[in-house]
């Protein structure tokens, strides 16, 4: 794909009103999200503020992604992507409505109950969201809404924060969890307005009539025979190795900053410059480079590397403002392994597999990100490793698979030097890492 510097983000939302509606319920829902975290990290500071405790709401907020995300494959590629976000936005506008009865440390399971289903809900979403896109904007635009929608997330992630560190601060932990409660049926309006004629069709009525369980094997077949997907499909898990940093921010701050009343102002800012600094990577490369497949390939090997640098200078961090660099430099480089990836993803599948590419690709990033939170708390309370300590392993950890994808596309590329690449091993060609058909082994003259 040839880069396409001339489509801007606005231009790309005034063109395509459907997607800009997918856009505006992205934004005022994620905005929504960020409140819901800063209350829920401060209501389990206020309630029990060890490690382990902090770990085990983040642990509530991804892991059941893992088990809900086969099912929300299946029926994201089986029924309308439109309706499954509309009713997991207001499925979670009465759950997070529960966050208003915690009142005092007994109810802490109650916190970790509802983040364990309000999740749940966003492991259907989350998916739905991805897959649908490329039935909303033509083949090259994608890369551009792909970055749009991650530098959103950015904004809110930053805007967010900051905003639920002020109502926090001001106006209480309750009132964070309303604001939030309500943007979700905003969300769902905004998705509602998506013309479904607009929308692919998943499947065929064969493919549909075969049962979930079928769809469930095709999918993952189709993952195995596609090996440059199925490593795309991976990259995400490889990031998520450094995600435990969710539950090393609001210790961060608790250790940072002395005064109580200033510690939920702490994890907003915090929050905010990882926000700033996601919003800045996709688009400064894409600006600088273009958006090749060639671009989007290289930039993610050197973002891992570079990500991993910025985590070892957190662990010399000894302010808020030091620490707030480091963290927006390390969620710079992350946020580019993140949005090249899934455009990568939209560029290289199948539209009928979306659903079940995005949903795998969601599971195992949260399982991964959930061990990672998981060790960190274990780390901090049962080994008595020190917050800087915790971060060195993770900068080292997260460079690994960075190394990994360079080390996988350096041998696909050398592999189509030599003349030798089957589908079995690298279904590309030269060009952009384009599928090609299969090419049996044994046979020198069939054709195409």
Request: with cysteine; aromatic share 10%.
């Amino acid at each position: 794909m040839t880069p396409d510097r001339s489509t801007g983000y606005l231009e790309l939302l005034k063109a395509h009103r459907p997607f800009r509606n997918l856009w505006y319920g992205q934004v005022i829902s994620e905005l929504g999200d960020w409140l819901n975290s800063i209350a829920i990290y401060s209501l389990i500071l206020q309630l029990s503020g060890s490690g382990m405790a902090m770990a085990g709401a983040m642990m509530a907020k991804l892991l059941p992604i893992f088990f809900v995300s086969p099912i929300a494959g299946v029926l994201i590629d089986r029924v309308s992507r439109k309706w499954v976000m509309i009713v997991s936005d207001v499925l979670r506008f009465f759950i997070v409505l529960g966050f208003l009865l915690v009142e005092d440390k007994g109810d802490l399971w109650l916190v970790y109950a509802l983040a364990v289903v309000e999740i749940s809900m966003a492991g259907f979403f989350e998916p739905a969201r991805s897959a649908i896109i490329p039935s909303l904007v033509p083949r090259d635009r994608l890369v551009t809404a792909n970055a749009l929608s991650g530098s959103t997330w950015s904004v809110m992630l930053a805007f967010g924060s900051a905003l639920g560190g002020v109502v926090v601060s001001f106006l209480g932990i309750k009132a964070a969890f309303i604001l939030d409660a309500i943007t979700f049926l905003f969300s769902a309006w905004f998705i509602f307005q998506i013309p479904e004629q607009l929308e692919k069709s998943a499947q065929t009525k064969s493919q549909v009539d075969q049962g979930g369980y079928r769809s469930l094997i095709d999918g993952a077949r189709y993952l195995i025979s596609k090996p440059m997907i199925f490593v795309l499909a991976l990259l995400k898990s490889g990031l998520a190795l450094s995600g435990g940093i969710m539950t090393l921010i609001p210790l961060y701050a608790h250790q940072i900053l002395i005064q109580p009343s200033k510690i939920s102002m702490g994890i907003g800012i915090l929050y905010s410059s990882r926000g700033i600094g996601a919003a800045l990577g996709p688009v400064l490369v894409k600006r600088i480079f273009g958006d090749s497949s060639k671009v989007l390939r290289t930039a993610i090997a050197v973002a891992f590397f570079l990500s991993g640098v910025s985590y070892w200078f957190l662990s010399a961090s000894d302010s808020l403002w030091m620490a707030s660099v480091s963290l927006g430099l390390a969620t710079l480089f992350g946020s580019i392994v993140w949005v090249f990836s899934s455009a990568l993803i939209h560029l290289e599948a199948e539209d009928q597999f979306l659903g079940r590419i995005f949903s795998t690709e969601m599971a195992l990033l949260t399982l991964v990100m959930g061990i990672s939170n998981w060790a960190v708390g274990f780390s901090v309370d049962a080994l008595h490793l020190s917050l800087e300590q915790v971060v060195r392993w993770m900068s080292v950890l997260v460079v690994i698979p960075g190394a990994l994808w360079g080390g996988y596309v350096l041998c696909v590329h050398r592999r189509l030097k030599q003349g030798e690449c089957l589908e079995a091993v690298c279904p590309v060609d030269p060009s952009g890492f384009n599928p090609v058909p299969a090419t049996p082994p044994l046979k020198k003259n069939r054709t195409s």
